[in-house]
């Protein structure tokens, strides 16, 4: 009689079995992976679709005569300067002008007290009248005594002492002429008057102030602002490096004259309106510092430009000749040198060494290593990095963000309806 099997072995059995169909299961989803990913490499391999080559942003080196700007640091001085002082002493009865407004060359600005001054200059005329009195008699004896001393009814020494008497009276005229001119001056000076056109500043005294005692005092300050001088300072080195490169043909002077253009930058970033020129270059440099004084002239006739302003200043010294630009982010600067990459007609990125002059608006200015036409890799870096060496790209013209920026705006708008729509 056959044996009956244990109730209780019944349920290990089965979840042996289950185990068994789950290895079974799982050996067979890997060999189905592994067989499709084969039929996928195979398709690749006998020329299927494949991924398209990376795009790449790129700017064509167009060569052309590039102004050099330097940007450099400068302070506004106004051109002409006059201290009003007082030269004549007495009493400040009087100020004529509005503080801070426009005075004209000869505008009276002051009224000493004019009355001392009066009286000498009137005792001088009375002292020129008794004078040419004085010559009026010893002339009319002098023309009396000589009819007489031809027919001997005088002496010759009377008449000698009466032409000595005409110089003296002569003399004595001159000296009260002199003495009238002098009383006046010093009359003329008790009306204080601006010495040049210009702003006028505060006055530096008020009325009842005894002024001009013993020195010469100061009543104001007249500056003329139109123009201005904007004095600046250059590096030693970069003026020398400069010259070197015009006398060799490197650069030549920008506009071909002899005043380089000047820009200013005000502090909040603004360009000034009107441009200048330069006017000279200092002839010595600062021992403590190594820096080169320039002096430009700027227009200013709104008087925007105050004395003692801190600004800015772009100045045009040289143009480079065959030279190109690049955006910043497409040279790479290390101590061995600077680099840019190429890219080739097939595809292929090289790097390449340049020689960098100067950065003019967030651009290098490029002297030699690029040919006319070359296409310099600008964006897309980081694309590289995923890439095996030598894999081809696709250049795309670059464009600034700030200009692609603008026409991307309105696209983005429709793009996010459909997800909004989506929702429940």
């Known amino acids: 009689m056959p044996k009956l099997r244990d109730a209780s072995a019944i349920p290990l059995l089965s979840l042996a079995y289950s185990r068994k169909t789950l290895t079974l299961l799982a050996v067979s989803a890997a060999a189905a992976l592994l067989v499709a990913c084969g039929k996928a490499d195979g398709q690749a391999a006998a020329g299927g679709p494949q991924m398209p080559p990376v795009e790449v942003g790129v700017v064509t080196a167009t060569p052309g005569d590039v102004g050099l700007v330097t940007e450099l640091p400068g302070r506004v001085e106004a051109s002409r300067v006059a201290q009003v002082r007082a030269r004549a002493a007495g009493i400040l009865q009087q100020r004529l002008f509005k503080e801070g407004s426009d005075v004209k060359a000869g505008q009276p600005l002051f009224r000493i007290d004019p009355a001392p001054y009066a009286a000498a200059a009137e005792s001088a ?22 009819p007489l001393v031809s027919a001997n009814a005088i002496s010759k020494q009377d008449f000698v002492n009466a032409e000595a008497a005409e110089k003296q009276a002569q003399a004595d005229v001159a000296a009260a002429k002199a003495a009238v001119r002098t009383a006046d001056i010093n009359l003329g000076y008790a009306s204080v008057t601006s010495p040049i056109a210009g702003r006028i500043g505060r006055a530096l005294v ?79 440099v600062d021992a403590t510092t190594g820096q080169v004084t320039l002096r430009a002239e700027v227009p200013n006739p709104k008087g925007e430009l105050l004395p003692g302003l801190y600004l800015r200043v772009r100045i045009e010294q040289a143009q480079a000749s065959n030279a190109i ?81 603008a026409p991307a705006a309105p696209a983005a708008a429709p793009a996010s309806a459909p997800a909004s729509a989506a929702k429940p």
């Open 325 to 405: 630009t690049l955006p910043q982010q497409a040279v790479t600067r290390t101590q061995q040198g600077d680099t840019v990459s190429v890219v080739g007609d097939d595809g292929k990125v090289a790097a390449r060494t340049v020689k960098i002059s100067a950065a003019q608006n967030n651009r290098w200015v490029v002297l030699d290593g690029l040919k006319a036409g070359e296409k310099v890799m600008v964006d897309g870096f980081q694309k590289l990095q995923m890439l095996p060496p030598g894999t081809p790209v696709k250049p795309v013209p670059w464009q600034a963000p700030g200009a692609a920026a």
């Open 125 to 146: 005329r009375a002292s020129l009248a008794k004078a040419q009195a004085n010559l009026a008699q010893a002339s009319a004896q002098v023309e009396r005594y000589r």
């Open 206 to 284: 008020t009325e009842g102030a005894l002024v001009g005692q013993g020195e010469a005092t100061a009543l104001a300050v007249v500056q003329q602002i139109d123009p201005v001088y904007v004095n600046f300072t250059q590096s030693a080195s970069d003026v020398f490096q400069l010259r070197r490169a015009m006398e060799s043909g490197q650069f030549k002077r920008a506009g071909n004259t002899e005043a380089a253009s000047v820009k200013l930058v005000l502090g909040d970033g603004t360009e000034y309106a009107q441009s200048g020129k330069l006017l000279f270059t200092d002839l010595s």
